[in-house]
Each structure stands twice: as C-alpha cells, then as structure tokens.
C-alpha cells in the first residue's frame, strides 16, 4: 500500500536502419553485446550502465551492468520512508578473452549479506565505479542514486563488499549535489587523490575535490563545473560523466552522456592541476530515436539516458564506447474506431469527475505532507526532500490512510473500463551498446 500511495502521487530488433537514426561519423554501426545468442538485456525497468571490470580476478575484464530494478525498497532497510526500487548491479563473466569475449550471467554484485542496492525512481539506476578509495589495497564499489547521495561499498578481501555507508564531507554531511546523480573516482587535479566526479541530471558536472589522505579521504562539497553547452536543451547536459584522456594529449577531457541519449565530450584546455573546458564541447553520438514512438521491429539504434564505460574495446589503440540506455517500444495490435474512441472519451469524462472535489480531497493530504516534511528534514539532515516526502506519505495517520485506500479503490473501478479500448503494449529495457571507433 505504501508503494502504491507514492508511485500513484509521483505519478530492437537489430542494427539495420540506425544509420538514419544515430550521427556517428567517428564510429562503426554499433552493436549490442550478447550472453549466449542473447542479447544483454535489463528488463528491469531499464537504465543500462555498462562497466568492464575483472571481477574474478582472472585476467579478463567482464560486464558488470548497473540497472534500476522493479523490486520496491521496503521501507525499514535503508531508512525508514524510502518508496523507491532496488537498483543493483549484475555481474557477466567473460568466458573469452579482452578481445573476443563472451559473456555468462553470474549473479549480482553482494554487499553483506544482500545485494549492493541504491534508491532508484524515474531517471537513473545504480551507476557501478570501482577504485581504492580507502588506501587497503582493495578497490571499493560506488554509486550515485535518485536521491543523489553517493553510496559506498567497501571492498573485501574475498572480493565481496560491505553493505553501504554515504560518503560524506568534511563537515559530516552527506554529498549530495541533486537528485539522479552518478560519480566516478577520479584525480581531478592530480594531486594523487581520489575526488569524486559527479553527473547531475539537469545540472551537469560537479567536482568533490578529495582533501584528505590516500588512507583517510576528505571530500569537500561538490563544485559544479562551467560547460559550455553542446545545443540547446535542459535535458542535454551531462547526466553521466566520465573522466578519461579521449584526444590522447595527455590531459584527461569528460565524456559525457545525457538524458536524450546524445554522447559529447568536453576538451580539457587546461592543465594537469588546474583542468579548464572553456571550448565548445564535440558531439560524439548524436541519437535522433523518437522515444514516444518507438515501435517494435523497427531497428531503432540505442535509446535514452546514455551511461557510458570509454575503453579500447577491440584493442585496435583507439579508445571505443560502450552505451548503455532505457529503451521504450511499443507495439501497437488495433485501432480504435471513431465510435469506440468517442465512448471512451465519454468514460474518461466521467471518470474524472470534478477537478474541484479532486483538489478538495488532494489538500487535506498535500498540507499533512508539506508539515511532515519540513519536520523530517529538520530531524535528520541526512534526509532529501525526495526521501523526506516518501517517509511522510507513509507517515499518515490510520484515519487518513484509510481514506486513501477507498478513494484508490473507487478510482480503481471508474477506471477499469480502460482494459475495454487497449490497442498496445509496451516494452522498456536496456542494452548495451559498443561503438567501435573507426
């Protein structure tokens, strides 16, 4: 019921074609990697993000795919209030070697004595990156979130990891520069320290500068860095950024990925210490699907909310992308004739009621919320408003959750007619994509 009360207030086949759907003068027509004749793909709500990393310690990279997950948090097993999905993060070992290889499912990332998870809600899943933060010798596991706090899994020496801790600043507080974030370890100004570099969905690129030790880090709080823009577009800043020397000049640039599914990279004009991309950045991939019309079976190239690993895939010197995105299809099996689509705007109609009584019952539930909010909030500073209001949904009183449950049954049946006018179904998940250099 929980759930329910917050999602309801919150509320391929393969390459030919993609040509004309995707810009990618630089690269090969990509294709999606492959467990078996499979093609990898996360139907758990979608949001791909790829990320090669030997796991086993074998000597070959394998696929670790973060995704955002179906499974919802239950409120008590992160803090209590979270009304989110358990993104985590499946492991696919590489049978073959760092050319050719081959791919098997094994399981999921395990922190503790569960999965590694973060809160995800609408626009990101968990985001793997690996590096030593602590100074032990033993890379650790981060991800970003929806909330957009950074959470940290501590490395094992059985290759396992600790269950989460939030990585914080120096004043105690947890970092957080918005919602839908994702980071990557990184010495951003090669001090031989690991800071935290942060993708901010609508926001861009922030930077933790790391002021501490190689043993204790000390995060300061994230700085959003000036870039300028590649096109115009809210939705076309960074939402993934991925710190690595594309030009090969020596200075690392940002690869970036956004939430319409373009790839760019920002040039970095500045120097080891002191990095600077003051130059128009250089679209790499330019996706021109149209999400909300995508059909099944029309060979539609990678979709939206690119995550992205840089690697030279091919071992041919030249660095490659692996994309990882949320598609959407539909496939659509009839058409509603001018009489049934009249009938079913009538029963629309009527179903809605009236918008004053809506607001009338809404207000009562809206002002109970905005009051427990500010509450919370000021109980627990390590609390977003996003998480801050979930909690408060599911603080309601017996008497005014009862209420609520009625009016979603009641609105449950004037809106069962629905099922009656049906004409599609569909499809979200999420590949990977590899665009191999040219």
Known sequence: ?????????????????VRAQVENRSFQEPFRLKTGAEFINVHESGHSAPYLYDINKDGKLDLLLGYYGRERLETDTVRSGHCLTKGACKIYLNNGDNIKPEYTYHGEIQAGNDRAFVPCDCCVGFVPGLADINGDGIDDLVSGSFPGQAYFFKGKEDGNFEPFVFIRD????????????????????????????????????????NVGTRKQAAFLVPEFIDIMPYTEGYEKVSSHTVPVDWNGDGRFDLVCGSESGDVFVCLNTGTAKEPKFDSKPEVLIMNKRNHSKALVGENQPHGYRSKLFVHDYNGDGKLDILVGDVYTEREIFRELSSEEMMLKKQKETAAKGSKEERRAFFKTYYDFVDKECVKLMNA??????????????????????????KYLQESEKKWAFLSDFKTQNSYVGGFVWVYIQK
């Open 170 to 209: 120096t004043l105690g507080n947890t970092l957080n520069p918005g919602h839908t974030t994702t980071v990557a370890p990184f010495d951003w100004d090669g001090d031989g320290l690991l800071d935290l570099v942060w993708g901010v969905r609508f926001k861009g690129v922030a930077v933790s500068r």
């Open 380 to 405: 627990n500073t390590d609390l977003t408003e996003v998480e801050a209001k979930g909690l408060a949904w599911n603080n309601l009183p017996d008497e005014m959750l009862m209420g609520f449950q």
């Open 1 to 17: 019921m929980k759930f329910t009360i917050y999602a309801f207030l919150i509320s391929m086949l393969f390459v030919q074609g």
